[in-house]
């Protein structure tokens, strides 16, 4: 997809942050849509089907959470990636954040180069999951679905099977938060009843394996992988 093919909705109740964020966002090509405060967010999620949607948590009216809830709701917006802006320390947000359906955040007051940076990051994300590789290469690491090996540095590395299928889904997606609880289900379903710290300490062999820069901890959340 061509970054003009791109619609990006960024809601804030600060004119200063719309104008500012927006103008970095346009002028790299991206389509910027805008709204004041949550109940606008809905609407224009709606008629504008934006693939990706910036949101401010505290706005009148209805706050980003309430908005996130709303926006998840509609079948048609279900691919539709949501951030959220939170300020500094605000780790009660970021929580309810996610809990509501939002797939990441970026922490503000951010440099305008970070945020353009972030938001890129943000949509490689929406890759055609349809068409989905058997063969994912992610800089120096290959991982091929199909015959469940993984290579580093062209080195051949063989995994566990429920390490390999953890890597596997975490790599699908880079820079995704993916919540415990949906990591529970679609690495280990209803094969067994396995107690929180499994993915604990399933991550932490990972990390010996593969490099402990390559998994972030989201406290209280789950995990993600960093490309």
Not at 38 to 58: F, S
Request: with cysteine; charged share 35%.
């Amino acid at each position: 997809m061509k970054k003009r093919d791109i619609k990006i909705l960024l809601v804030d109740d600060e004119p200063d942050i719309l104008e500012i964020v927006g103008y970095n966002l346009s002028s790299q090509g991206y389509q910027i849509i805008t709204a004041e405060n949550g109940v606008q967010a809905v609407k224009k999620a709606k008629k504008e089907k934006p693939q990706l949607i910036i949101l401010d948590v505290m706005m009148p009216e209805m706050d980003g959470i309430e908005a996130c809830e709303q926006i998840r709701k509609i079948p048609e917006l279900s691919e539709t990636i949501i951030t959220f802006l939170t300020a500094r320390g605000e780790d009660y947000s970021q929580m309810a954040g996610f809990d509501a359906g939002a797939d990441d955040y970026i922490t503000k007051p951010i440099k305008p180069k970070v945020l353009v940076s972030k938001v890129k990051a943000l949509l490689r994300r929406l890759k055609d999951e349809e068409k989905a590789e058997d063969v994912l290469k992610i800089g120096d690491l290959v991982i091929n679905r199909e015959e469940y090996k993984i290579t580093i540095k062209g080195q051949e590395l063989i995994l566990p099977r429920k390490e390999f299928e953890l890597l596997s889904l975490l790599a699908t997606k880079p820079n995704k938060v993916f919540k415990r609880e949906e990591i529970l289900d679609k690495v280990w379903g209803n094969e067994v009843v396995v107690g929180g710290r499994t993915i604990d300490v399933h991550i932490r062999k990972l990390r010996e394996k593969i490099g402990d820069k390559k998994f972030k901890t989201i406290k209280g959340v789950g995990y993600k992988f960093v490309d």
